[in-house]
Nanobody
Framework: QVHLVESGGGLVQAGGSLRLSCTAS????????MGWFRQPPGKEREFVSL????????SYADSVKGRFSISRDKAKNTGYLQMTALKPEDTAVYYC????????????WGQGTRVTVSS
């Protein structure tokens, strides 16, 4: 079974930084894609970023380009989302998820970690 655990969320003032981690267990993720999503209060979940586990292809939502950076440590089976220049509108519960690279369906999700950015 696949189990994902996010960590690193918290309260930060606008302009600050946080690094979120997503540690995966149950299997390795060769041939998979890891993504980050977020759900702001009162809104639906939205895409943030993704990375190919093997080749490192990266993609970002327009709202976070230039501020967030996704990475992964394959040996540790851990993905990261480095967030800088945080804005109040970045406040959300952040989730990591994985899918096989050959699909478009993220089937495995973590429990989320809350990020609150104060103005």
């Amino acid at each position: 079974q696949v189990h994902l655990v996010e960590s690193g969320g918290g309260l930060v003032q606008a302009g600050g930084s946080l690094r979120l981690s997503c540690t995966a267990s149950g299997r390795t993720f060769s041939g998979y894609v890891m993504g980050w999503f977020r759900q702001p209060p009162g809104k639906e979940r939205e895409f943030v970023s993704l990375i190919g586990w093997d080749v490192g292809f990266e993609s970002y939502a327009d709202s976070v380009k230039g501020r967030f950076s996704i990475s992964r440590d394959k040996a540790k089976n851990t993905g990261y989302l480095q967030m800088t220049a945080l804005k109040p509108e970045d406040t959300a519960v952040y989730y990591c998820a994985v899918r096989p690279a050959a699909t478009d369906d993220f089937n495995y999700w973590g429990q989320g970690t809350r990020v609150t950015v104060s103005s």
